[in-house]
């Protein structure tokens, strides 16, 4: 029913169009000889008007199949164009030319001039009769959505806002007018975009938004830098406004800058900084053809290094994570993007030692990359020695699996809070390294090791949880008003672990380039603000005090540690510590006895093995000393 009543206005559309049409044809004929004779009826020749009426109703049958021809009476004129204006001037000008050759045949004597002024009479009643449609339909919407849709701003007079303005006035779906345009370049200011005037440069954003009632601000500059894009947002954050932003350069390379593109403008658009970019097809190749194992693939990390290894042809790829819900979802994604990719997902616990092994054995794997571990500092805290099993022995066992049977590569992924730790979740982590460090010594296989700080948007980052307490109405909670951390997004973070893998020949700790730490009073006062909130007033932020084993600041490089360069300047190399490597080995043993008992004293233990991992009560003892010291 619903199909029968499309084709019904279909058809009464276009039998309206060709009425039109006809009308065109008419009027056309008569004007051009008017206009020859100088508007002046009673002087054209009887014979003159007796050919046109003899060859009326042939022309008006050519016309209209030279109109369906060229699909006059197909295409949708409210979304009419340049293309559509093409095929009016080229179709009514072969109709013309039919009607020359037609009316010379049959002898009907007719003014030169006639012609010309035929043709262009078609032409422009062909373009009036298309565009005045489009022109009504889109005067009675805007008036529509005027009274009733969002007030927009633009940010960047260029192609991208060209593209934009145009899909926001076309569409029948999106209720927006686009009230202004902001661009720096002095040559656009006062100049238009569809009828839209360029007001000002960036720092005319506040007044105008004031004047024009604006809801909502669009950045549409694709291929400016993020530090750019970070100074329109920190202005554009004040106004309250609903912000969105078009991604990236490469929309407008393949011709997909369109509303669907816009995202909302998001904190990493406020870390100031460019993205890490990564020729990862440059430097892959050492996957390529190989079986490829990670741990905790289903994991933040985890899932992203599957995903970029994935991308480069691996022999086989192995997931293994303990949490299935994870490990299924990537396994679904991997399986939908790349169907001809060998995949085998695991459930299993890097504890096990026989079930690690059982893998190792029975897929062989060329590279390990080795994410699975216990994260959360404050619930490592309450549960240290869970934290020494899964990540200390967890990846023991994994180290030894890898050493037996002769894995070539194995990359450990490890964190900031290594170094000098002041959580359990730390100093394990720090384990983790010295094992990879004393097992490269004794093994074929090449341990090395990755270092850098938070993610944003992983599974227990501060950005998830900032989110959720906005959506809740507050309050958010930060530990400290002067607590800093380094900041990268996931795919920058595997980038470069991948390509750190490359670089690897065996016992490096490769610390990553985090850029600048972020304050995180700042992360979540801009966070509320993106959310169209006044922090402090409409969102409460509310100070917890630092959490157990949490630091102000966190740091990439023990001070025993050297730097040296790698290719990438973002990727550097810190030289390994010596440390007695057979007494290790013995104080892992008994850690592993004391945890598998659950020992009350297994930070002493882990303190005795990290030296530089200060715990809470030698904390307490070491702020009570200051305390005394400054007071005498």
Not at 147 to 172: H, Q, R
Not at 229 to 247: H, W
Request: with cysteine.
């Amino acid at each position: 029913m619903l199909q029968y009543i499309k084709d019904k206005q279909l058809l009464i559309r276009r039998v309206f169009l060709i009425l039109i049409d006809v009308c065109a044809i008419c009027l056309s004929s008569g004007l051009a000889l008017l206009i020859r004779f100088d508007f002046n009826y009673k002087s054209i020749e009887l014979r003159y008007l007796d050919s046109i009426w003899e060859y009326m109703p042939i022309n008006i049958v050519t016309v209209l199949l030279t109109y369906y021809f060229f699909k006059l009476y197909h295409s949708l004129w409210i979304y009419a164009g340049i293309s559509e204006l093409e095929k009016i001037v080229v179709a009514s000008l072969s109709a013309s030319i039919v009607q020359f050759v037609g009316m010379n045949i049959l002898g009907l004597p007719i003014p030169r001039s006639y012609y010309f002024m035929y043709a262009a009479f078609l032409v422009f009643f062909t373009i009036a009769s298309r565009f005045t449609y489009r022109l009504l339909r889109m005067k009675l919407r805007k008036r529509g959505i005027e009274t009733t849709g969002e007030n927009v701003m633009i940010i960047g007079a260029g192609e991208a806002a060209n593209m934009i303005i145009k899909e926001l006035l076309n569409s029948t779906h999106i209720h927006k007018t686009v009230k202004c345009i902001i661009d720096d370049a002095e040559d656009k200011a006062g100049r238009y975009i569809h009828g839209i005037r360029v007001v000002g440069n960036r720092n005319t954003i506040l007044d105008n938004v004031e004047r024009f009632n604006i809801d909502e601000i669009i950045i549409a500059m694709p291929s400016v830098s993020r530090k750019v894009i970070s100074e329109i947002v920190s202005i554009c954050k004040e106004t309250g406004c609903k912000l969105n932003i078009l991604p990236g350069i490469y929309q407008l390379v393949n011709g997909e800058v369109s509303t669907a593109q816009l995202r909302s403008v998001d904190v990493e658009d406020l870390l100031g900084r460019d993205p890490i970019s990564v020729d990862l097809d440059s430097i892959m190749s050492y996957v390529k053809g190989k079986v490829v194992l990670v741990t905790g693939g289903g994991g933040s990390i985890g899932s992203e290094l599957c995903r970029q290894i994935a991308s480069h042809k691996p022999k086989q790829l192995i997931i293994v994570d303990i949490y299935e819900n994870n490990a299924y979802d990537i396994q679904q994604e991997l399986q939908r993007r790349y169907p001809d990719l060998d995949l085998v997902t695991l459930i299993a616990s890097v504890r096990n030692t026989m079930r690690m092994d059982k893998i190792f054995d029975e897929y062989r794997p060329n590279i390990v990359y080795h994410a699975a571990a216990h994260k959360h500092v404050p619930l490592m805290e309450d549960s240290p020695n869970e934290a020494v099993k899964n990540n200390v022995f967890g990846t023991l066992k994994t180290v030894q699996a890898s050493d037996r049977y002769g894995v070539e590569k194995f990359v450990l992924i490890s964190t900031d809070k290594a170094v000098n730790p002041t959580n359990i979740m730390g100093a394990t982590k720090r384990i983790c390294e010295m094992i990879i460090q004393a097992y490269n010594k004794c093994s074929k296989t090449d341990y090395v090791a990755v270092r850098f700080g938070n993610v944003l948007g992983s599974n227990g980052s501060v950005i998830p949880l900032f989110k959720k307490q906005i959506e809740a109405g507050g309050p958010v909670t930060v530990t400290h008003p002067d607590i800093i951390r380094y900041f990268m997004t996931i795919p920058e973070a595997v980038s470069l672990v991948l390509q750190a893998g490359a670089y690897a020949k065996g016992g490096e700790i490769f610390i990553l380039d985090m850029g600048e730490p972020v304050k995180i009073l700042d992360l979540a006062k801009n966070l509320i603000r993106l959310s169209g909130y006044v922090p402090g007033e409409d969102i409460e932020i509310k100070f917890m005090g630092l959490r157990a084993g949490e630091k102000l600041f966190e740091e990439l490089l023990l001070e025993e540690e050297g730097l040296m360069e790698t290719q990438n300047s973002k990727i550097h190399i810190g030289q390994p510590i010596n440390f007695d490597e057979e007494k290790f080995y013995l104080q892992l043993e008994e850690l592993y006895h004391a945890c598998t008992e659950e020992s009350d004293y297994i930070r002493e233990m882990v303190s005795d093995i990290v030296g530089t991992y200060i715990y809470k009560s030698e904390l307490k003892e070491e702020v009570a000393a200051t305390t005394y010291e400054s007071d005498h």
